[in-house]
């Protein structure tokens, strides 16, 4: 922790904003993918309904 009390001030903060954003992507990233996977499941579920229902008639 004594390396960063040595950095001034403003490259403190840069680095700051550095990683707020660097977490900020990752969560985004994180997000996406959750959603794909969950879209990817949907799909499959609808299109098992929809076979399903096809072999009823």
């Known amino acids: 922790m004594n390396s960063l009390r040595s950095?001034?001030?403003s490259r403190r903060l840069w680095l700051?904003?550095?990683v707020a954003i660097a977490m900020l992507?990752?969560?985004g990233s994180l997000l996406l993918s959750a959603m794909h996977t969950n879209l990817y499941s949907a799909k499959s579920?609808?299109?098992s309904m929809?076979?399903?229902s096809q072999q009823a008639f």
């Open 25 to 27: 992507g990752i969560q």
């Open 50 to 52: 929809l076979y399903k």
């Open 7 to 9: 950095l001034p001030i």
């Open 16 to 18: 700051i904003l550095i």
């Open 45 to 47: 579920e609808k299109l």
